[in-house]
């Protein structure tokens, strides 16, 4: 897989019926090793190992309705009080991140309420802070570690 542009991880593999997969933190499961999977768990170490956030506040992949259709996001990183602290998209590498792609998390998070969003495709990442009131987010340099 390619290297991209997060901290180095140590990861587990499995070759099962001849797909090679990587062993998910949050859903605790050997999941097929996709352009986009190497984003997610690279993305998942990120927020574990490097912002500390605990694995108990993550969830990965869940479905969500959004103008009766059904999504998924990526991964949702909750507050310690249940409300949603930060909504991730993830793209494949060989996805350049773009308008479109911040109006799709802007979509998932009119339902969701998260307070920060990331956008990634492992070689470049877009963080943003919403502002609810304004209706707009601004963009920032890095993501907020976790603190109690």
């Known amino acids: 897989m390619q290297r991209l542009n997060f901290p180095s991880y140590q990861f587990r593999f499995k070759n099962s019926e001849n797909k090679i997969r990587i062993f998910d933190l949050i859903r605790k499961k050997f999941v097929v090793l996709q352009p986009e999977e190497w984003v997610r768990q690279h993305t998942l170490h990120f927020l574990i190992f490097t912002k500390k956030y605990p694995a108990s506040l ?23 009080d249940g ?21 799709q998390i802007a979509r998932y998070n009119l339902q969701l309420k998260a307070r920060f969003l990331m ?6 990442h877009f963080f943003a802070e919403m502002d609810f009131e304004q209706e707009k987010y601004r963009f920032l340099q890095h993501i907020p570690d976790f603190s109690r």
Do not use: A
């Open 58 to 80: 993550i969830n990965v992949e869940k479905q969500l309705k959004i103008n009766k259709l059904n999504k998924r996001y990526d991964i949702v990183v909750y507050e310690p």
């Open 119 to 124: 956008v990634t495709n492992g070689l470049d």
């Open 83 to 103: 409300s949603i602290r930060i909504l991730v998209e993830c793209k494949s590498p060989d996805i350049t991140v773009d308008q479109s792609t911040f109006d």
